[in-house]
């Protein structure tokens, strides 16, 4: 398993924001996090990447635990926030530079890949303007790009397509499935369904800070009984005005 969450809580006072919840990501899938605003996405992520530290339970990250080896874990992910930050005064490509010196990439190699991915994401356009001036998308672009210059295994991504023109959109999504096919890990939160169920391999669906629903999108149907569509079976699991049952699917 590339990615293990057991068992993991987080309370805020007497709010469970995340309540006992399990999943695990494998090599080679896109996984789909879904949840309403406030549903504990965020809480769940933030453990995941090691900003938050769980009350209980464990996170394994490509079989280094989280709360002990956290440095071992950390450095065979990446993490790309909503909220894209880049700093103002330097340029995308000097950002890529930045972020490939931290990680002590060869310089070889990080020019090979930074001319890679910033042609992948139409950053070249605008590689040699100041951050300061990037709209959202463009930001989140660049972000992305630099996020992928250490060959992660697993990619954490939070509404990744957000302020993506319809073309990048697309080739963001071909770009998770090339890197799930080539055996990485992509964990994506998003509450764009139509890009989840176009992409994704298993499906958790997350309300209250429980795990709701969990599996394949055929699963999901199938437990449905009916040939809905994600959003369907979304809007129906947490509609807070008829709580269902907890979905337990294989896979």
Do not use: W
């Not at 709360?67 to 000097?94: C, H, I, N, W």
């Not at 959109?169 to 090339?178: D, I, S």
């Not at 669906?205 to 199938?222: D, F």
Request: with cysteine; proline share 4%; net charge negative.
């Amino acid at each position: 398993m590339s990615l293990t969450i057991e068992n993991v809580t987080k309370c805020y006072g007497r709010l469970r924001a995340v309540d006992d919840i399990s999943l695990t990501a494998d090599a080679g899938e896109v996984f789909a996090f879904l949840g309403p605003n406030g549903a504990g996405k965020t809480t769940t992520i933030k453990m995941l990447t090691g900003l938050l530290t769980p009350d209980s339970g464990t996170i394994t990250v490509c079989g280094h635990r989280m709360s002990t080896d956290g440095q071992a874990a950390k450095s065979r992910m990446a993490y790309v926030p909503d909220q894209p930050f880049l700093y103002g005064k330097l340029t995308a490509r000097e950002f890529m530079t930045l972020v490939s010196q931290m990680y002590s990439i060869d310089p070889a190699v990080a020019e090979s890949r930074s001319q890679h991915y910033m042609e992948r994401l139409a950053v070249m356009p605008f590689a040699d303007q100041l951050a300061e001036g990037y709209s959202h998308g463009m930001k989140q672009r660049v972000v992305l790009a630099a996020a992928l210059l250490h060959d992660p295994h697993v990619l954490v991504v939070d509404e990744p397509m957000v302020g993506l023109d319809p073309r990048t959109v697309r080739a963001v999504k071909e770009l998770f499935r090339e890197l799930a096919d080539n055996g990485r890990t992509v964990f994506m939160s998003t509450h764009t369904l139509d890009i989840a169920e176009a992409i994704s391999d298993r499906i958790s669906i997350i309300n209250q800070g429980r795990i709701i629903a969990q599996g394949t999108l055929a699963e999901l149907k199938a437990k449905a009984a009916q040939e809905h569509r994600l959003e369907d079976i979304f809007l129906e699991l947490t509609n807070p005005e008829e709580p269902s049952d907890v979905v337990a699917l294989a896979g």
